[in-house]
């Protein structure tokens, strides 16, 4: 199963999300934001040599608390791979780890799109904030065009409960609230899920009750 987690713009912490969502479904998550990678890169191959054909992705699996496909980070990597090969990357990680989850690109770009094409599912995350809406909208639009099978729409860092009820009809799909904890914040730069960090806490429950969302 491959699942994408999405976002209409930056800034709404959807990488920390996708890590920790990997690691409530013992899942590899891959770093599909090939011109702004934002998790744990380590050394050895990425996902730039594997879409440039210079390595295979069973190479660059990095084991942690969550396995992950790191990308590489300079510009010369982003403009030599190939994003027609990104769904045999990830379909290969698939077959050998079963459950894989790809940090996208945020946006409508190309390179959004593609990682959505090959999902099963996907999630949205949005900010609680109402200016935000306006890009999950515009994700959401695309993963119905490339049938990308909607999960829920994700509404992250909530400090107040959000009129969750409203923010569903807005979006047209169902809505998950995960409250804010700097730890989680914090998992990907520590290599620590919550689940790990602050296993009885809210944040941690959240993550979990979405994790049972999602179709195995």
């Known amino acids: ?12 912490g959807k990488t920390t999300l996708a890590y920790n969502v990997a690691a409530a479904l ?4 891959v770093d599909a934001d090939l011109g702004m990678a934002d998790l744990p890169a380590g050394r050895g191959p990425d996902l730039h040599d594997v879409l440039a054909g210079r390595a295979s992705v069973t190479e660059t699996i990095r084991p942690g608390p969550v396995d992950v496909v790191p990308c590489g980070r300079t510009l010369a990597g982003a403009r030599a791979s190939d994003l027609t090969r990104l769904a ?13 989850v790809i940090d ?25 904030r109402a200016f935000a809406l306006a ?10 065009e490339l049938d990308a099978g909607l999960v829920a729409c994700a509404v992250n860092r909530v400090v107040e409960e959000p009129p969750a009820d409203a923010i569903a009809d807005a979006l047209g799909a169902p809505t998950a609230v995960l409250p804010a904890d700097p730890r989680v914040g914090r998992s990907v730069v520590e290599e620590r899920p919550v ?14 009750e979405l994790a049972r969302r999602v179709p195995r």
């Open 26 to 29: 013992d899942a590899v998550v």
């Open 195 to 208: 689940l790990d960090a602050a296993p009885d806490g809210a944040a941690a429950d959240a993550i979990r």
């Open 135 to 144: 890009d999950a909208i515009r994700t959401r639009e695309l993963a119905r």
């Open 104 to 128: 996208c690109p945020a946006g409508r770009r190309a390179d959004a799109g593609v990682p959505l094409a090959v999902a099963d599912a996907c999630l949205v995350v949005v900010s609680p």
């Open 1 to 12: 199963m491959i699942l994408a987690v999405a976002g209409g713009k930056g800034g709404v």
């Open 88 to 100: 045999d990357a990830v379909e290969a990680v698939e077959r050998t780890h079963g459950t894989v």
